[in-house]
């Protein structure tokens, strides 16, 4: 079993910057991790990804902007998000997916307002 909490969250202008990040109870291990959006009334939609071996994926809307790092020492996970838009205001939630089995992992989540 594995925890995952998020943090760093919260209010920002247009154009500002915020960093999350989440950290696991056990290790990540070579399992990809993920990050993931949701607003009120629309499905979880994938924001970045990123596998053991720092092969990163994003979405179109956020490319460019953010950045998604990990750090299997500290077993953290981390999304830089610049030039932030009223657009990104969702909660943020970070995901584990065991590459064997396939069972995915959730945090809590962290609200992002972007707002002036």
């Known amino acids: 079993q594995v925890q995952l909490v998020e943090s760093g969250g919260g209010l920002v202008q247009p154009g500002g910057s915020l960093r999350l990040s989440c950290a696991a109870s056990g290790s990540i291990g070579i399992n990809p991790m993920g990050w993931y959006r949701q607003v009120p009334g629309k499905p979880r939609g994938l924001v970045a990804r990123i596998a053991n071996d720092g092969t990163t994926m994003y979405a179109d809307s956020v490319k460019g902007r953010f950045t998604v790092s990990r750090d299997n020492v500290k077993n953290t996970v981390f999304l830089q998000m610049n030039s932030l838009k009223p657009e990104d205001t969702a909660v943020y939630y970070c995901?584990?997916?065991?590459?064997?089995?396939?069972?995915?992992?959730w945090g809590q989540g962290t609200q992002v307002t972007v707002s002036s």
């Open positions: 995901q584990l997916r065991k590459i064997l089995g396939g069972t995915e992992y």
